[in-house]
């Protein structure tokens, strides 16, 4: 007999950015797009993505890392619990960075506050680039009661 395959599209959370839905349930596993830390009801625009900040000639005149690291836990938290799982079931958390020299250290002290008693499986891996432009994203697996 087929599982039963539930989607997820959550208001609050940030759109996605294509045509796929924020999460999945299969069985009692619960599978997440890649979630990235725009901030919930918003567009891609770079307005929208928390300490990133361009000047008229597109350089940074403000990146603040930190920010969108706290930002894209807090949206996955959001589709965790708008899709029945939470924060504690978390079992695989893959992370894409593209600046895995600038960023990892930051990530890796933010991710350890965020998880210290949850402890999921990770792989961290860099890539050159990302839809928007955003620094962070997290591709998420978790269970559901």
Known sequence: MA????KFDVEKAPKPMGLYPH??????????????????????????????KYDKNGN???????????????????????AGSKWENLVDVT??????KRDFKTYNKIYADYFKDVQPCRTTVEVNALPSPISIELKCIATID
Do not use: H, W
């Open 95 to 100: 992370t894409f960075l593209t600046d895995m």
């Open 3 to 6: 599982e039963t395959v539930k």
């Open 23 to 52: 999460a999945k349930r299969v069985g009692n596993l619960l599978f997440l797009s890649g979630v990235g830390p725009r901030v919930a009801g918003s567009g891609s625009e770079e307005a929208n993505i928390p300490g990133l």
């Open 60 to 82: 940074y005149e403000n990146f603040d890392f930190e920010a969108q690291c706290k930002s894209v836990f807090e949206n996955v938290k959001l589709i965790l619990e708008e």
